[in-house]
């Protein structure tokens, strides 16, 4: 089996297989999506494939819609010729499941691929046709939160930024002056409200978005390059509602790609880009999926609420993104990366049968977060971490590593652990004192810093921006060796920069250097210290 159009009309054979294929034709969805475009995608890779593609298929089986999706790709070109045009705009969604079965189908609902590029004059002027359309109702967006910023680390204007600013809006090169020069041509031909929504995964989505374009906007307009009144239609005429998403969707498993080999699909290859994009015509994907979108829409929406999306006030999406952040799942995962590494685990689903590690991240959730978890009321916080803990961590097909969770743990803990820190402070009922597991989790962090695993191996730290200013505070400490742990430590529990507390000030700092010495007591002194402490 080849996952070409041409080879869907013997549908027997994929059938039997176990693929769903698409309950719609294809060729009418395809016709009807060119002339009265509804969605276009920015961003081909896998959370788009594996969640919106797939929920816009279920509409158009269901005959709730007649118009899939327009995929446009702005970073990597390679992705939309390798990626999408090479399988007729077609690819397989693979989902696995806790008991290890896979569910297939082939997602059909991607009618258009194109590139987002100034210089590709074909892609760019039907990119313009698009815009100009007045049946467009949504622009969305995975992009990576990246995508948004038009500045570098050090603040600066990034140069294909800075030279955008001083062209015409058709010259742009830039992703967000791409952006902004087809909200421009919508501009011109007739004004036409639009919603663009930002599905990343990253806080205010939205208003991140919102941000760049204005900011664009306003340097066009300041360099009389467009008309004034362009800054007033992307204010008041285009909106950029709130997300929250949460999908995994890791790299292509080896244990899929030899099923889908066994089963008698070909199609398994594995390209990676000039841009080191890593693609294939497939995703694997976790079952589980949230999508809450804030409703606010210029020119219609579409049903994406009958195809599970939520549409929600924004004060209501705030909540639901602040209940996974701080509370259900990523302090969770933060907790198991650092003592996953300090243990030598190598994937998330094997620390789910550590039974010291589960009672950790249980405890750390149930009895320390959900005390003062911000419920949104239409996800239930208690069923969202049974889910994480019971389903979703421990799926062994799930190709999540530790180490990669670990990344960038320095710019994530403050939110993680420092907002339930900070909500404790100030609930008249609960006495942050009273912590011990989320402490125990930023001693297991400070541990982890030192480089070296519970056996006396040394082992490479994941990437994070503050390990230069970090590692050689921690190296004033040695192992078996309580010599200078106040100093090193106090030098970080008290950065606010890092935990948004000073966790001395707040009373946890001691308690934290106590955890510490236990866990560099000697080797094998990670493993008592959970044991001692997870077990009560």
């Known amino acids: 089996m080849k996952l070409r159009e041409a080879e869907l009309t013997n549908n027997k054979i994929w059938e039997e297989a ?13 016709e009807n999506t060119k002339e009265n475009p509804q969605w276009i995608h920015f961003g081909g890779g896998n959370i788009f494939r594996a969640f919106p593609a797939a929920v816009c298929q279920d509409l ?18 390679e992705i939309i010729e390798k990626s999408y045009n090479a399988y007729d705009n077609l690819n397989v969604l693979v989902t696995l499941k806790k008991d290890g079965n896979l569910d297939k189908k082939v997602i059909g609902s991607i009618a258009e691929a194109l590139c987002v590029d100034t210089a590709n004059e074909k892609h760019w002027n039907r990119l313009k046709e698009i815009f100009t359309n007045k049946s467009l109702k949504m622009a969305s967006f995975t992009i990576t939160e990246k995508g948004y910023s038009l500045v570098n680390g050090k603040g600066e204007l990034l140069k294909d930024v ?6 015409v809006p058709s010259s742009a090169t830039s992703y967000i002056g791409k952006l902004t020069a087809l909200l421009y041509e919508r501009f011109k031909n007739g004004k036409t409200p639009l919603t663009l929504v930002s599905m990343d995964n990253c806080s205010h989505n939205g208003t991140k978005l919102e941000n760049a374009i204005n900011t664009f906007t306003k340097a066009w307009v300041d360099n009389k390059l467009v008309e004034e009144d362009f800054l007033n239609y992307v204010k008041e005429d285009v909106s950029y509602p709130w997300s929250m998403i949460d999908k995994i969707t890791p790299r292509p498993a080896q244990s ?11 199609d398994t290859a594995l390209v990676t880009t000039s841009k080191n994009t890593y693609i ?46 701080c509370t259900c799942l990523n302090p969770l995962h933060t907790a198991l990366a650092v003592y996953g590494c300090l243990l030598s685990h190598d994937k998330i689903s094997d620390e789910m049968k550590d039974k010291e590690l589960v009672n950790l991240i249980k405890n750390i959730g149930y ?18 971490i049974d889910e994480v803990i019971n389903v979703r961590f421990p799926n062994p097909f799930m190709p999540d590593t530790p180490q990669r969770i670990a990344c960038d743990t320095s710019q994530k803990i403050g939110i993680r652990f420092g907002e339930t820190i900070k909500a404790y402070i100030k609930a008249e009922d609960l006495d942050v004192k009273s912590l ?7 001693a297991g962090w400070c541990r982890y810093l030192m480089a070296i695993d519970d056996r006396g191996n040394n082992f490479e730290l994941s990437p994070d921006p503050l390990l230069s200013s970090l590692t050689p505070i921690i190296s004033k400490v040695k192992m078996e060796s309580e010599e200078n742990v106040h100093e090193a430590l106090s030098e970080i529990l008290t950065k606010e920069s890092i935990f948004g507390v000073d966790l001395y000030k707040v009373g946890l700092g001691e308690k934290i250097e106590n955890y510490f010495k236990e866990l560099i007591a000697s080797k094998g002194s990670v493993r008592e210290t959970l044991k001692k402490y997870t077990s009560k």
Do not use: H
């Not at 176990?18 to 395809?30: A, H, I, Q, T, Y």
């Open 367 to 384: 009895k320390e977060a959900l005390p003062v978890v911000v419920n949104p009321k239409i996800i239930s916080p208690n069923d969202f």
């Open 18 to 30: 176990g693929f769903e294929l698409p309950k719609f034709d294809r060729n009418k969805m395809v």
């Open 436 to 442: 011990e597991y989320i402490p125990l989790a930023i």
């Open 162 to 167: 800075e030279s955008d600013f001083k062209k």
């Open 280 to 325: 294939s015509c497939f995703v694997n994907a976790e079952e589980p999926q949230y999508l809450v979108i804030e409703d606010n829409f210029k020119n219609g929406r579409i049903p994406l609420d009958k195809g599970g999306i939520i549409y929600a006030d924004k004060e209501t999406v705030d909540k639901v993104e602040k209940m996974k952040v």
């Open 60 to 77: 158009l089986n269901r005959g709730i819609i007649d118009t899939g999706i327009i995929v446009a790709e702005g970073y990597d070109y």
């Open 256 to 266: 899929v790609i030899e099923m889908l080999n066994k089963i008698g699909f070909e």
